[in-house]
């Protein structure tokens, strides 16, 4: 999965886990051994999971909310801690709940400590190779002779059937730079 859409995905997590604690607090208590009395804390640990879950769908900066949904998978690793001692609990549920919680953990921590690429919708925003640079194994030059220098408006004029060779060769090295492409040898 690439690096930006991780977030991406853990905010659709984020509202699947949200909404199944807001819909069923009573049985989740149930599972976990909990007092019924509990509920209205499982609900407002949904209410945080949807929160967080906007949070990443919605907003341009997406690494405070993948840190908001470490530090609630701490609070829920634990209050699952506090269930283990309560003797009403189904065993199964409880450790398979906690496998869960303990593999997301790990995810959301990989997701707020890897490097991640600026977001895409800045006016400045320069992609530099188009996703076919050389890091990535790609043809960089595949683009070339494809209309694309022309295109990309680098210069005043539009291609003409009599331009110059060197006009056009001007062009495509104009694009090369705009694009961000490796020079050619």
């Known amino acids: 999965m690439k690096r930006e859409r991780l977030p991406w995905a853990l905010g659709w997590v984020s509202l699947g886990i949200g909404l199944t604690e807001l819909t ?6 149930r599972v976990l051994g909990a007092s019924r009395h509990n509920a209205g804390l499982m609900k407002v640990l949904g209410l945080r999971e949807v929160v967080s879950g906007l949070g990443l769908l919605t907003q341009r900066h997406r690494r405070p909310w993948v840190w908001a949904r470490v530090a609630g998978d701490a609070i829920d690793l634990a209050l699952l801690a506090v269930t283990f001692r309560l003797p009403r ?11 869960a919680v303990v593999g997301v953990t790990l995810v959301d921590l990989y997701a707020a400590t890897t490097k991640q690429t600026p977001p895409l ?11 076919m640079g050389a890091e990535n194994g790609g043809p960089a030059e595949s683009w070339r002779g494809s209309g694309l220098a022309e295109d990309l408006g680098t210069s005043s004029r539009h291609g003409d059937e009599g331009e110059a060779d060197e006009v056009k060769q001007r062009m495509m090295k104009e694009a090369e730079r705009k694009l961000g492409l490796p020079k050619l040898s």
Not at 90 to 99: E, H, L, P, V
């Open 121 to 131: 919708l800045r006016s400045d925003a320069v992609t530099p190779s188009l996703g």
């Open 24 to 29: 069923f607090p009573k049985g989740l208590c």
């Open 89 to 99: 609990a189904n065993r199964a549920w409880q450790g398979a709940i906690t496998a």
